[in-house]
């Protein structure tokens, strides 16, 4: 079966530390994988997808970058966090036209 | 490019009452997608419903109900006789239908919080 993996489920971080966010995909073959924010009360704000392996495209310039290492793994980082970075961070993958699954999501406090 | 509408950001009901979500949504693609999400406080996002855009068929699941008007851009979502455990925020979103090699973008609008009182 298909299955999505998040982690870590919540972390909290001081300003300018480092950020490393993974997530990986099984049961599946070359998905399209996303990243989204959702900022405390807001909607989810898409941030980064990538086709396939090292191919990343970003949807709004910020203090993120994101990688694609291997087929089935995402992974969100930063090298100095800021507050504003803070948020709920989820991590999706397209399964062709039958839609998007969703991770179970990241809660990111930066403190 | 596309747009999600969710005007009501909060509707607050008391149980057994039905609400009604409203979603506009603007997109230049002649296909596409539409869905609803379930955002409980546990902050997953739960699955409800994909409606083709060809499809404009309205869907009953249970106490669930989508009406889509093309006509209209509109896709909304009624939850009759509500009941607590509805309490969320939840998402409707839209995402081209035809598979793309650039990659398919799925929007989202903004939410509504849905407080159903005891």
């Known amino acids: 079966s298909q299955t999505i993996h998040q982690w870590p489920a919540t972390l909290v971080q001081p300003v300018g530390s480092p950020l490393s966010l993974e997530c990986t995909v099984e049961g599946t073959s070359n998905p399209n994988l ?78 | 490019a596309q747009k999600v509408t969710q005007a009501q950001t909060e509707i607050s009901v008391v149980e057994k009452e039905d609400v009604t979500l409203d979603c506009v949504y603007e997109t230049r693609d002649t296909t596409y997608y539409l869905f609803w999400y379930k955002q409980p406080p546990s902050g997953e996002l739960v699955f409800l419903i994909r409606r083709n855009s060809f499809d404009e068929q309205n869907e009953i699941s249970g106490r669930y109900s989508w009406n889509f008007q093309k006509s209209t851009s509109s896709f909304n979502f009624t939850i009759t006789a509500s009941q607590v455990v509805d309490s969320a925020v939840y998402f409707c979103a839209l995402s081209e239908a035809q598979i793309k090699a650039a990659g398919n973008k799925l929007t989202f609008g903004g939410g509504t919080r849905v407080l159903v009182k005891p």
């Open chain 1, 34 to 111: 996303y990243w989204y924010r959702q900022a405390a009360g807001r909607g989810l704000q898409l941030l980064f997808y990538s086709v396939g392996i090292g191919q990343i495209s970003s949807e709004v310039p910020q203090n993120l970058s994101a990688s694609r290492p291997q087929d089935r793994q995402f992974i969100l980082s930063s090298k100095k966090l800021l507050l504003s970075d803070s948020g709920f961070y989820l991590c999706a993958w397209m399964q062709g036209s039958y839609g998007y699954t969703f991770g179970s999501g990241t809660r990111l406090t930066v403190v």
